[in-house]
Structure formats: structure tokens, C-alpha cells
Nanobody, 127 residues
Framework: QVQLVESGGGLVQAGGSLRLSCAASGSIFSSYAMGWFRQAPGKEREFVGGITRDGKRTSYEDSVKGRFTVSRDNAKNTVYLQMNSLKPEDTDVYSC????????????????????WGQGTQVTVSS
């Protein structure tokens, strides 16, 4: 079973950048599609972006398209979320998640498609 640990969160000014990392240990990382979600207090967790198990395809929520990039390095068992042009409304707890993948085209976007979750990392964007 894969275990996930996020890092890279912090405080940044609006317009700045952060890169989150999610390190996986355990089973075969390359068998999993990976996703990033975010959640503000009192709100539901929402999909931010995801990547296929082979890293060749990505999918993004509309508000982050063109600003955020998901990538992965299967040799390092790590998935990344590069966040540019950050806005105060991007302030949230960001979590990575893993979904055992059916094929090289699979990028689930629903919470319940993911079976493994990291603990989350806080991202705060000041105006």
C-alpha cells in the first residue's frame, strides 16, 4: 500500500509561486494515478489537478488552468504541484491522493475515486 507525505506548503505573496511535493512509499507508485485536492475550512474538498500513472496526461480544475502544473517522477516516487501566479483565493490545505489506475488514460476527479491520501499541507497566499 502506498503512503503519501506532502511538503512545500507555506506563506507566499499574491503573484508568487510554490511547488508542492508528495512523496510516496510502499507499493508500486507507477500503478497509481495521482491527484491534488484542496480544502478550505467549512468547505468541501475540491479537485485541483491530476496526472495519469505514466505522467503523460494531466487534468485541471478550471480556475487553476494555466497557473498550476502537475507532474511526476516515477523513479523518485514523487508527484509535484507547481503553483504560479498565486491568488489569495488559492489559500487552502492541499492534499495529494492516489487512485489505483486502470490504464494510462485514467485521471479520476472525484473524491471517492481516490483510496489513499496524504495528511495535507497549508498554502497561504497574502494579498
Amino acid at each position: 500500500q502506498v503512503q503519501l507525505v506532502e511538503s512545500g506548503g507555506g506563506l507566499v505573496q499574491a503573484g508568487g509561486s510554490l511547488r508542492l511535493s508528495c512523496a510516496a512509499s510502499g507499493s508500486i507508485f507507477s500503478s497509481y494515478a495521482m491527484g491534488w485536492f484542496r480544502q478550505a475550512p467549512g468547505k468541501e474538498r475540491e479537485f485541483v489537478g491530476g496526472i495519469t500513472r505514466d505522467g503523460k496526461r494531466t487534468s485541471y480544475e478550471d480556475s487553476v488552468k494555466g497557473r498550476f502544473t502537475v507532474s511526476r517522477d516515477n523513479a523518485k516516487n514523487t508527484v509535484y504541484l507547481q503553483m504560479n501566479s498565486l491568488k489569495p483565493e488559492d489559500t487552502d490545505v492541499y492534499s495529494c491522493a492516489a487512485a489505483l489506475s486502470r490504464n494510462d488514460f485514467y485521471i479520476p476527479t472525484r473524491l471517492w475515486d481516490y483510496t489513499l491520501w496524504g495528511q495535507g499541507t497549508q498554502v497561504t497566499v497574502s494579498s
